[in-house]
């Protein structure tokens, strides 16, 4: 399986709107506070809806933008409302919104490729309501600090992960995807690096509990770093080699913006990162 997405632009935008998404969700909590977090993390959710519907080929476009908007202002809701939110909340949120997609399937004619469209769909759900979690994590004492540190920890990972892959792919952890060991390896020390610098920051104080929250960010950063390139890889995938120019596939869907694929290579790591942010500062 070959993309004909350029290697650069599978890197290089992906890094881009990263560094783009983090100083979102750090900035505009330290300028509005909680309202600037919300804002922020509401325009990470509705972007990956959008871009994921298209990406993952979702049938029933405006029902599966619908389910997957309400389950990201439901998720929101659900941590700001309450006097004291927890993440047990999302569990409502997850299941009603699964009954809507299942729901809004079934409902649709014809009901082609049903069975991926509700897993992706799900999945969908999943990320929406984990990127919610960076609300709670930024209303805990010394919460902006942790939040910070955290999704810096995360950014690094990303974009360092992206700049070794780009030059230096090797050895490939999956055939064709342009992602090597050599770059996971570095992202991950990135990461670490990144959160025991900023320990005095981030309230955990010790190196040690530092090194490992940003290891484990880092790790689990660039796994689904890992299986985002295999989702972009297949979703532009084409007979010949690799493309030579920027812009769309050349041989895959020319309605699929290089863009949109960046987004979901951006944001769907730092949503599977929220929630295991917030578990470890309750272990650490």
Known sequence: ??????ARVHHLQPAGLTALAVALVVLLPELFGDLGRLGAVLVLQLGLVLTWVLVAGLEGFGGSLAVGAAAAVAADLALILPERPALGDLLVV????????????????PREDLVASLSGTVLLLCAVSALAALLLLGRAPDGHGQAMVA??????ALVVGHAVDLVLPRPYLATGVPRGLFGLLLSVLAGALVAFLGRDAGGTGAAVPALVEGAVLAGVT?????VTSYVVVEATSAGGEWADEDGPAAHGDPSLSPWALSVVQAVLPLAACAPVALALRSIL
Do not use: I, T
């Open 1 to 6: 399986m070959q993309s004909a997405l350029p």
């Open 94 to 109: 997850l299941g009603v919104g699964f009954l809507a997609a299942v729901l809004q399937q079934m409902l649709r004619r």
């Open 222 to 226: 660039a796994m689904v770093a890992l």
């Open 151 to 156: 999704l810096l920890a995360v950014g690094a």
